[in-house]
């Protein structure tokens, strides 16, 4: 009973503080930009997201619009100018912008461009 308790507690702890979705997003920036240094890369990275946090500058995400739009474009094979929800989700968890156990709710309606960088952008806010 210990065990899981602990483990209850460990869970809370990296929910409560973020955890999964920090060391995510470090991992698809290092995936993306793919540095030479990558501990040197990471440390630099942490610092400007301590230094974004305590002067309450937003973090400049290494996503912008068009990588946005290119990722949507991606998944919209068919140039219908939406996604389903399950590649909007998948899209979320790859930019490390949403955890594997986060409840996102499927509304029954399509995914469209706008909608996609409107949330992606909402997230990237909140890291």
């Not at 937003?58 to 068009?66: E, G, K, Q």
């Not at 399950?86 to 409840?103: M, P, R, S, W």
Request: glycine share 4%.
């Amino acid at each position: 009973m210990e065990t899981s308790n602990r483990e209850l507690q460990a869970a809370e702890y990296l929910e409560r503080h973020q955890i999964k979705e920090l060391v995510s997003y470090l991992t698809s920036a290092l995936l993306f930009f793919r540095p030479e240094k990558p501990r040197e890369y990471l440390i630099s990275l942490l610092e400007r997201l301590r230094i974004a946090k305590v002067t309450g500058v937003a973090f400049p995400f290494f996503m912008d619009n068009s990588n946005i739009v290119a990722m949507f474009e991606m998944m919209d094979s068919s140039g219908r100018g939406t996604i389903s929800f399950v590649q909007y989700k998948e899209a979320l968890k790859t930019l490390g912008l949403c955890t594997e156990d986060e409840d996102l709710k499927d509304d029954g309606h399509i995914i469209t461009l706008d909608k996609f960088k409107e949330e992606v952008n909402k997230r990237m806010k909140e890291i």
